[in-house]
């Protein structure tokens, strides 16, 4: 297998040392990597979580010490942009130092769904939250056994969950599949509880998390009640303008209470006016 190589900087250096091969793990290499925002690569190599590194100091031409990470392995994720994505979710609710960041990210499991796959039946325990990295989900009812009733969506930078489960410690009422192929960073319940006695302050983005859940279920109540289908047609539109590319059309109609006779109509006149 063609070997590929990335460096990183004097920083990171200096805390590796001292450490056996067996103690390396790279989520940590690569927590302290992103913390840190020295990495210099290849733009086409790519770090990945499972990858097995190998360590060998060496002298740049700048004469700056530096640590090489030899890869033998991919597996499915990058974990700089797992890190990356996950910094970018929370930092506009808390703000943490590196010490915290590294807490947090050793809690995260990375999980991956292939398109019709579920991430939560009915009838299940709901015992995590999860950040969607890439792809898209559909939450949704199943009515006299064949109906899909959909209820909400999630995409990229998206959280995941089903509160009235997951807080109630109860069966969910819900469905929740990938409609793409789908990446997601998991926080598991029990180690969210951990966080929160480590790092108090990050119960300020599980409530944060919680307003933006019942703002919304709030605003979608109140749309049905007073806005037209063709308003809340093109709401969703401005809202999601990717949406009509990714999700099939009988999920939109069922998320806007009508029937997809009526979307197709509600479509055909829309573009008449354009």
């Known amino acids: 297998m063609r070997q590929q190589w990335f460096s990183v900087g004097i920083f990171p250096l200096r805390l590796f040392f001292g450490l056996t091969l067996e103690n390396y793990n790279d989520l940590i290499i690569l927590g302290l990597v992103s913390v840190y925002g020295i990495i210099e690569t290849n733009p086409d190599t790519k770090v990945y979580p499972g990858d097995v590194v190998e360590i060998d100091g060496k002298k740049s031409s700048q004469n700056k010490s530096r640590c090489m990470f030899k890869i033998e392995k991919k597996a499915e994720l990058s974990t700089v942009e797992n890190i990356e994505k996950i ?3 929370i930092s506009p609710f808390v703000a943490l130092n590196e010490d915290e960041w590294l807490i947090l990210l050793d809690c995260i499991k990375i999980r991956v769904l292939q398109k019709n796959e579920h991430l939560l039946k ?7 939250i999860v ?4 792809g898209a989900l559909i939450y949704y009812k199943l009515v006299d056994e064949i109906k899909e009733v959909t209820t909400d969506f999630a995409f990229e930078g998206d959280w995941v969950t089903d509160n009235l489960s997951r807080l109630n410690h109860s069966a969910s009422f819900i469905n929740i599949k990938a409609i793409e192929d789908s990446e997601l960073l998991v926080f598991k319940q029990a180690d969210l509880e951990r966080l929160y006695a480590k790092i108090p302050k990050l119960e300020k983005l599980g409530r944060q998390l919680m307003e933006n859940a019942f703002v919304k279920i709030a605003q979608l109540s109140i749309d049905l009640q007073v806005l037209s289908a063709t308003e809340r047609y093109t709401k969703l539109l401005k809202a999601h303008p990717e949406i009509l590319q990714r999700v099939p059309l009988y999920h939109i109609a069922n998320y806007l209470g009508i029937a997809p006779k009526s979307l197709s109509r509600i479509r055909n006149e829309l573009s008449h006016q354009d």
């Open 87 to 89: 910094k970018n979710s």
């Open 122 to 128: 009915e009838g299940q325990l709901c015992n995590f």
């Open 131 to 134: 950040l969607v990295r890439q």
